[in-house]
């Protein structure tokens, strides 16, 4: 992996155009699994499951047991597609994809192959200057996940230098939605950014429909990034990688950008692309190489033979459609107009990512000015120290309860920001953390006298000049005081109070 030669990504356009491709997997949040009477682990209310207890028979792959569709997870699923701009088929079946893996205890995986539940769509997705993209949908199908794997003893966590792995098959059968896009040609030089607009985009409307936690670093929402190169005026497309497994916004724009610049450098070399999945490397923003990617033939695909064909009713998908939310697109221009936004603030809460955030946080009963500022500014800058998801760091419901102290008068924003960071630490609600660090304003008077006085007998000719009408001196017993409250008070009620004092004196 290390070492890898890059190209200038500007020089990378002037010579190749990219294309490009997505598969998102969506978990979704049923009660139970796609096939079997399990609890679901991305279901919020069984996340913090202990490893292989929310199984079945089916999901263990035991012999004599049987699949039953999950009714729910075929309504989300439709619900998903029609979102999409999706045809939904008057009858789609289920097919088993074979392949072995250690997590997969069939040895097979229960997939749509040739008849999907949705195709045929398109998705608007608008970047960061406003440009609208139709990101064309070539189809939507339900399947079941994998178990999750836990490479032990490396020092990396992955399979590559590990000891052992650990199977946990709580994830086996947890219900999917792949979606496939079709190629996307002209994106250039907006490609990485479109890749992460598309996955936000994604994130948004599963939100907006309630079927998904859509927690991308739980895995809720998985990104495959597909890209290829062809030289300029070539009609031919290039040889594509996958980069699997994507599970961040910011991780889908990087993981794009270094893919254009590592194919460009190996084609101008004259070598050639392996046609193979590559794994994204948080730590040092490359990718590696995973294995030969296969085709369809590979996985020999065939019908499930336990399972009938799922045909919804025309009079149930016409329910479904009319039980939409509004597209994110109409969505955002919507929430811009009602909180009152101008362009470049409202571009900063989409660009960021989280909108969703805002919202929630707004409807908690934060201002929208209030929901931005923290959103936008310190749950930002610490998101980004500490190389996190911004969505991940803090709820909304913390933030709007944070911004209530500070409207109360409880805390200055200085207190505020220390309270967030104690809240992103885990240590409890603002409250909680209000109470245990004892971060409340001091709003006893007779406290900030006292102090008031100690500063300004020992400054006086600073009292002196306040005295004369330059009121602007007081700012140093202002500081004074504000130190000795170790900034536990409100600096305008302290200003109050020296000016009221100083005349006494």
Not at 47 to 54: R, S, V
Not at 308 to 324: F, K, T
Not at 490 to 501: K, Y
């Amino acid at each position: 992996m290390a070492g890898d030669a890059l190209m200038d990504f500007n020089k990378a356009l002037e010579l190749y155009e990219p294309v490009l491709g997505f598969e998102v997997h969506v978990e979704l949040n049923t009660a139970t699994k796609m096939f079997s009477s399990a609890p679901n682990p991305a279901n919020e209310a069984n996340h913090d499951a202990a490893p292989n207890t929310l199984v079945a028979p089916v999901d263990m792959g035991l012999p004599g047991a049987l699949p039953v569709v999950n009714a729910e997870a075929v309504v989300s699923s439709i619900k998903l597609g029609l979102a999409l701009g999706c045809s939904i088929a008057e009858s789609s079946s289920f097919a088993r994809k074979n392949y072995f893996y250690p997590d997969l205890g069939k040895n097979y995986q229960i997939s749509q192959f040739d008849e999907p539940i949705a195709f045929e769509g398109s998705v608007q997705v608008e970047l960061s200057d406003g440009t609208l993209v139709d990101i064309p949908i070539e189809r939507a199908h339900m399947e079941e996940d994998a178990g999750k794997l836990t490479h032990v003893g490396g020092s990396t966590g992955r399979i590559q230098g590990a000891d052992h792995s650990l199977v946990d098959y709580n994830r086996a059968g947890v219900p999917l939605v792949e979606i496939v896009t079709k190629p996307i040609f002209g994106a250039e030089h907006q490609a990485p950014e479109l890749a992460k607009a598309y996955v936000a985009t994604i994130r948004d409307i599963v939100l907006s429909l309630g079927i998904s936690e859509a927690r991308l670093e739980r895995g809720n929402l998985r990104c495959d990034a597909n890209v290829s190169l062809r030289p300029r005026g070539q009609e031919k497309l290039g040889t594509r990688t996958e980069t699997k497994n994507v599970n961040s916004m910011r991780s889908v724009e990087r993981a794009v950008r270094y893919e254009i610049q590592r194919q460009a450098a190996i084609l101008a070399a004259g070598g050639t692309i392996i046609q193979e999945t590559r794994h994204w490397h948080e730590d040092t923003g490359e990718t590696s190489p995973g294995r030969p990617k296969s085709d369809a033939d590979d996985y020999r695909y065939f019908p499930e033979p336990d399972l009938v064909p799922v045909a919804p009713s025309r009079q149930q998908v016409e329910e479904l459609r009319a039980s939409l939310p509004e597209a994110p697109v109409a969505r955002r221009r919507r929430l811009k107009t009602e909180w009152g936004f101008t362009d470049l603030e409202f571009q900063d809460v989409a660009n960021g990512g989280i909108v969703a955030e805002v919202e929630a946080t707004i409807a908690a009963g934060a201002s929208p000015a209030a929901a931005r500022k923290w959103w936008t500014g310190e749950i930002a800058r610490l998101a980004n120290a500490q190389e996190r998801e911004i969505a991940d760091m803090v709820t909304p419901a913390n933030v709007a309860a944070l911004q209530a102290l500070v409207d109360a008068g409880t805390l200055t924003d200085k207190l505020a920001r220390q309270v967030l960071e104690g809240v992103i630490a885990g240590e409890g609600t603002p409250q909680e953390v209000v109470d245990a660090r004892g971060l409340a304003v001091v709003s006893d008077d007779g406290a900030l006298i006292a102090a008031i006085d100690e500063a300004l007998a020992s400054q006086p000719d600073v009292l002196a000049k306040i005295r004369d009408g330059k009121v602007q001196a007081a700012g140093a017993v202002i500081g004074a005081v504000m130190k000795a409250m170790k900034g536990q008070a409100d600096a305008a009620r302290v200003r109050e109070l020296v000016l009221e004092r100083a005349a006494q004196a």
